[in-house]
């Protein structure tokens, strides 16, 4: 036996309490009544006070329930041994994803769990789960690990080569930065309904012409769709409320309203010798401008004093230092320097997993320091191509190639200006939103799973890993007949 929070223990100096009760106890004298005094003489009065514990029972089960209480808190559990062999594994699937599972996953999971397999909730440490009990569940707003944490957790608590069948949602937006390893011969099953649909509100605002524009997103499992509409009091889709002259928008099944922005996204690039890069950005950027019909002002300059203090958005097209005096939750986009590395690859981004999707042949790139940031985009071989970084208020994009034909064909593509979208027109994103047109509404399915098992590839040696079993069950079950058996000889001597 084993206790996950010893430090707990310490809770029996309250031992002390019930100890210092039974000391200072002063015991009700009894009353004799007699017929008369006549014969009664005078004594001397005496008064004499002893610390003497009486009611030892009672004293040790007070004594045994604090003791009880001070185990639990420590949370005691017993190892098992956890072997890969034989037919016994795991199921593994989020409790509130159980009405989202087809028939021909039950009768899968039915067989599995015949055939010595347990049920568990894809969740913190895998508490297990009964399908029986479902109509006894709630959802809960508890925080969840990302898929990529969870698997990393499984790794370490189960042995190389143990059989694991997950249930999950293979989302696009929640795919990982890159396709985890697994020593775990892990079956994967996509429960997402392929019926499922998002229809939202991204983005609000007020047109260069004083129209009201919304950004829409309709997304299934199959494809997600942009487009762009105006919006009046005559528009049905669209929901749209005015409190305190501000504009709110959101569709039907949208939660949360959208608040207009009226403001005016002031872009600057600073070009240096990269003129020819320059005008492949600001052409796109235009083109998003006219598109959207958003209130943008695109600035190129050549001498960094030249950049407006309005400026939103800094495309830095340069390997020089960049200025210190940046405003608060300014989005810079710069180039990297570093050594150039000649390739015949492709820029991977997590919209190329689904199928149809078109890639961008890269030529040169600048070799990847290794940061703490999050990658983008990467290359064909994983390598990051964009990584975001959040830090001193400042949303920092690095790109480690060009925006030049001589380094990528991604700037001959129009995609280069869907791209760019999420950047310009929306506030700056995670990386599991960034790309192109990738959303957190997005409902479209990865084509592979976001992991491979290495138990496929090249068999393990078995290894013996233990397993928490806790018993804090049976010692409450003690605790309640201790606390039990203490109320009744405590009102047992009331009476007396």
Request: hydrophobic fraction near 40%.
């Amino acid at each position: 036996m084993q206790f996950l929070y010893p430090i707990a223990f310490f809770a029996i100096i309250g031992i002390i309490v019930p100890i210092m009760i039974h000391l200072w106890n002063v015991k009700q004298g009894k009353t004799l009544k007699i017929g008369s005094i006549i014969f009664l003489g005078e004594s001397s009065s005496k008064s004499s006070r002893s610390f003497k514990i009486t009611d030892w029972l009672l004293l040790l089960l007070r004594c045994l329930l604090i003791l009880i209480i001070a185990f639990l808190l420590a949370e005691p559990f017993i190892n098992d041994k956890l072997v890969a062999n034989g037919d016994k594994g795991w199921v593994l699937i989020e409790k509130e994803q159980i009405k989202n599972l087809s028939k021909t996953n039950l009768k899968e999971i039915d067989s599995l769990t015949q055939s010595g397999f347990e049920i568990h909730d894809l969740n913190i440490n895998f508490p297990a789960l009964n399908l029986k009990d479902t109509a006894s569940w709630q959802e809960t707003n508890t925080t969840k690990l990302s898929s990529s944490s969870l698997l990393k957790q499984l790794n370490t608590q189960l042995p190389a080569g143990f059989k694991v069948y997950w249930y999950g949602a293979n989302l696009l937006n929640q795919y990982p930065d890159e396709v985890l390893k697994s020593s775990l011969a892990i079956q994967f099953r996509n429960i997402l309904k392929t019926d499922s649909t998002v229809f939202k509100v991204a983005e609000a605002y007020f047109t260069n012409k004083d129209s009201l524009k919304v950004l829409l997103i309709n997304s299934t499992s199959g494809q997600t769709n942009y487009s762009f509409q105006n919006v009046n009091d005559q528009t049905k889709n669209v929901l749209l409320k005015i409190d305190s002259g501000l504009s709110f928008l959101k569709t039907k099944e949208q939660s949360s309203w959208i608040k207009a922005d009226t403001n005016t996204v002031y872009v600057s690039v600073y070009e240096a010798q990269n003129q020819k890069d320059a005008s492949y950005l600001k052409a796109a950027i235009l083109a998003i401008r006219d598109y959207s019909g958003r209130k943008i002002s695109v600035q190129v300059v050549k001498n960094p004093k030249e950049i407006s203090p309005q400026t939103n958005i800094l495309f830095w097209l340069s390997t020089a230092a960049i200025p210190q005096n940046l405003k608060e939750e300014i989005i810079l986009f710069s180039y990297e320097d570093g050594k150039e590395e000649v390739l015949n690859s492709t820029i991977q981004t997590k919209v190329n997993l689904v199928k149809n999707e078109s890639t961008f042949a890269l030529y040169k790139r600048i070799l990847y320091k290794d940061e703490n940031a999050n990658a983008i985009w990467t290359d064909g071989f994983g390598k990051s191509i964009l990584s975001y970084q959040y830090a001193n208020q400042l949303h920092h994009y690095r790109f480690y190639s060009r925006f030049n034909p001589q380094w990528t064909d991604l700037v001959w593509s129009e995609e280069f200006v869907k791209a760019l979208m999420p950047l310009v027109l929306v506030t700056p994103l995670a990386q599991n939103q960034f790309g192109f047109e990738l959303d957190s509404a997005d409902q479209r399915a990865a084509t592979q799973p976001f992991f491979y098992s290495q138990n496929n590839l090249k068999k393990k040696a078995e290894r013996a890993v233990a397993q928490q079993n806790p018993i804090s069950n049976w010692v409450w079950i003690l605790a309640f007949l201790v606390f039990a058996l203490e109320r009744i000889l405590s009102f047992k001597q009331k009476k007396a």
